[in-house]
Structures are given as C-alpha cells and as structure tokens.
C-alpha cells in the first residue's frame, strides 16, 4: 500500500513521466474513492489521488483548517519527489488546492477547481450535526441529500453514504470547520497557472455561482458546466469529467527535470 509521510495515495501511469503529475485532494469526509476509476485511471496521464490525514486509509488525524491540509500536501510533494504538480481538488480539496496556489506558486504547475468557491460557509445545521457524534448518522444523511443532482442514481447515492459513514465524526466535523473558516476571495487575481473550474448546474452545496465568480476573478481559467449534475459531479458524470481534466492537462506545458 503506497504511502507517505503517513499519507495513502492510490498512483496510476506513473510510468508517464513526460506528462505533467496530477495530485487529486477530496473533499469533507471523502477518500481518493470519490475520483471514479474514469478519472483516476486517465488513459496517458500521470496520476495521485490521495487520502488526506484522518480519511480513507491514511493514518494521522484530520485538521481543522485548509492551511494544515496544505501542509500536509506540500509534504507529501516533497516525500515522492514532486517539484510541481497540477493539482486538482474537490470542494474541501479545492478550497487546499487554490491556498497551494496562493501560497506555493512555484510547486503548481495547474489548477483542477471541482465543485468548489473561494469561500465555503457551510450551513449551520451541517456544522451542528457534525459535532455531535450521536447525531453521525443524521449529519451524513443530511450531507448526501444535497450532494447529489437529481437524475444520480440511488445505488451511487447509498454507495458515497455507506463511504462517508466510515469516517470518523471528529474528521468529519473538523472538515467542516475549515471549509466554513475558508475564504480566499481578495486574492483570486493572485493565481496565473491556467486554471480549469468544473461544477455541475445542480449543486447544492456549492452553487454554481460560486465557480462562475471563481471564472470572473482567475485570469487564466476556463469553466466548464455539467447540465444536471450537483456536487458529486465527477461521480455523476465520470466520462465527462475525466475528457475535460485530461484535455486540460494535454495543454500544461511540462519540461521534466526542471528544479523550481
Ligand atoms: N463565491 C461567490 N459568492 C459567494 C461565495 C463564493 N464562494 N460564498 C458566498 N458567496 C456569496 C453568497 O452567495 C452571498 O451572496 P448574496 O448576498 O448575493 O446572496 C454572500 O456571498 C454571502 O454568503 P455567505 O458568506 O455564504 O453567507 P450567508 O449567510 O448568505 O449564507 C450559508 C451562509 C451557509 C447559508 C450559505 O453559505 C450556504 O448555503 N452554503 C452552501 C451549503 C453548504 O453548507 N455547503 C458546504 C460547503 S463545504
């Protein structure tokens, strides 16, 4: 089982060494699970798709804010020797994958937006429901419900809730916490790598309005919907999502062994 710095990553085409990395983060409560084999497997690229600390099969704990699962990436990067990467991030993972950006621009060569925002306040009952590990099986309940567009099937919604019935309360809630005190809004003009936003047109955690800002205030950014899909829309639309992340990474350019 691959791993590092205590971090489980599933690792596919590795072998693809002339291809840009893709590092692929989830979101609150997720697992590398929530990137379909369609995206996870991309025919040509060279792919990581990590368990945070806390989830999946990863040991540590998890954070309470999007700095410290920053951290915790820039770690990782440096344990499997990556100088850069395009980083692609789901919601939580988005909110980690943009503050890499801000922060480290040299060690983001692109950047995935995937049903994400510059700022993710997270509805009180949500945060309510998370902090109370009676109240697990109702909070994980309520998060599904809105995570889902409605043409998702019920075997794929009760599949992604048996999955985040497996985390840890205290992870759970701790995700929450930092996407509610996450807010990089002022600072999107900052982000020059070629940027890719994808959201689908139903969701409901993270509007749409959301992406569309994020596509007003990066530069360099492309936004593609997905008619009828919500928030677990690489998901619910596998293929089209995995033709959209790997045609923008056919456009990164990528000189391998260039020391930033
Ligand atoms: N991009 C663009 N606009 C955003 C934004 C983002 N990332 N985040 C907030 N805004 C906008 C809102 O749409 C709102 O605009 P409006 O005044 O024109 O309606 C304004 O900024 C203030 O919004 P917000 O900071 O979210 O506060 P709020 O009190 O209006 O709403 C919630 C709080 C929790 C009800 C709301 O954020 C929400 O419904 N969130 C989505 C559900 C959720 O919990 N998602 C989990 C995310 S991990």
Redesign the pocket.
Known sequence: MPTANDMFYFAHGLENILRPPLVFLH??GGSHLHWPPQVRRMDSQRIYALDLPGHGKSGGVGRQSIQNYAADVMKFLDRVGLNAAVIVGH??GGAIALTLTLDYPKRVLGLGLVG?????????A?LEATSNAERFSEAVQLIND?AFGPAASAGLKELAKRQMMTVRSTVLHGD?VA??RFDV?PRLGEITVPTLILCGTED????L??????HRHIPNSQLITFPGAGHMVMLEQPEAVAQAISRFANTIPYYPGIVV
């Open positions: 979101g609150a919601s939580m994400t925002g510059a700022r993710l306040r997270v509805l009180p949500i809105m929450f996407c509610d809004m409901r955690l993270t509007p309005k959301y992406s569309e800002f994020l």
